[in-house]
T-cell receptor, first 112, second 115 residues
Framework: AQSVAQPEDQVNVAEGNPLTVKCTYS??????LFWYVQYPNRGLQFLLK??????LVKGSYGFEAEFNKSQTSFHLKKPSALVSDSALYFC??????????FGKGTRLHILP | AAGVIQSPRHLIKEKRETATLKCYPI?????VYWYQQGPGQDPQFLIS???????DKGSIPDRFSAQQFSDYHSELNMSSLELGDSALYFC??????????????FGPGTRLLVL
């Protein structure tokens, strides 16, 4: 079965510093990987996805993620964090039947 | 750009009542997915429809049913509501979702509170 793991419940980063939110995956076959962000009392917003091609995927709001097959990881990164990036981030994988399977989420706090 | 629309945004019901949640996908999206996110939990897949036919079923209780209509909007019907049904219910849509690389775009969710 497809699954993703987010090892950190919470990540704290000072504003202006680079941020990384970790995600590892376990899939059979080719992985379709996603990052979604959830702001308080808001829906899930799509950030980026990896289907095939370049291992470095660029997404919305300056975020990017690096697909690493040998480490089965898909970490989310941003070179310089903003306070407005504070939110709940979900790594996800698309199952064979097209449904999305989410990780447990990582709460990102950007400290002013 | 048009997004997924869900109504109502908030709903308060009492135990054993029924509720109907509606989802209007992005125009030209023919695939709809329903997810349930309990307090402090990650979203869990409930059910999906492609071209008005149920395409996959997840951890959806038998008390719940759903359908997709000819205009591709979908409704999630929930009966005999229980306290544990209190959650945020998301709808997502994608174009031609079956076995494609398309992204699922999520609506803002319906927050259901069962008292």
């Amino acid at each position: 079965a497809q699954s993703v793991a987010q090892p950190e419940d919470q990540v704290n980063v000072a504003e202006g510093n680079p941020l990384t939110v970790k995600c590892t995956y376990s899939v059979s076959g080719n992985p379709y990987l996603f990052w979604y962000v959830q702001y308080p009392n808001r829906g899930l917003q799509f950030l980026l996805k990896y289907i095939t091609g370049d291992n470095l995927v660029k997404g919305s709001y300056g975020f990017e993620a690096e697909f690493n097959k040998s480490q089965t990881s898909f970490h989310l990164k941003k070179p310089s964090a903003l306070v407005s990036d504070s939110a709940l981030y979900f790594c996800a994988v698309r199952d064979r039947d097209d449904k999305i399977i989410f990780g447990k989420g990582t709460r990102l706090h950007i400290l002013p | 750009a048009a997004g997924v629309i869900q109504s109502p945004r908030h709903l308060i019901k009492e135990k054993r009542e029924t509720a109907t949640l509606k989802c209007y996908p992005i125009p030209r999206h023919d695939t709809v997915y329903w997810y349930q996110q309990g307090p402090g939990q990650d979203p869990q897949f409930l059910i999906s429809f492609y071209e008005k036919m149920q395409s996959d079923k997840g951890s959806i209780p038998d008390r719940f049913s759903a359908q997709q209509f000819s205009d591709y909007h979908s409704e999630l019907n929930m009966s005999s509501l229980e306290l544990g049904d209190s959650a945020l219910y998301f709808c997502a849509s994608s174009p031609s979702g079956r076995q494609t690389q398309e992204t699922q775009y999520f609506g803002p969710g319906t927050r259901l509170l069962v008292l």
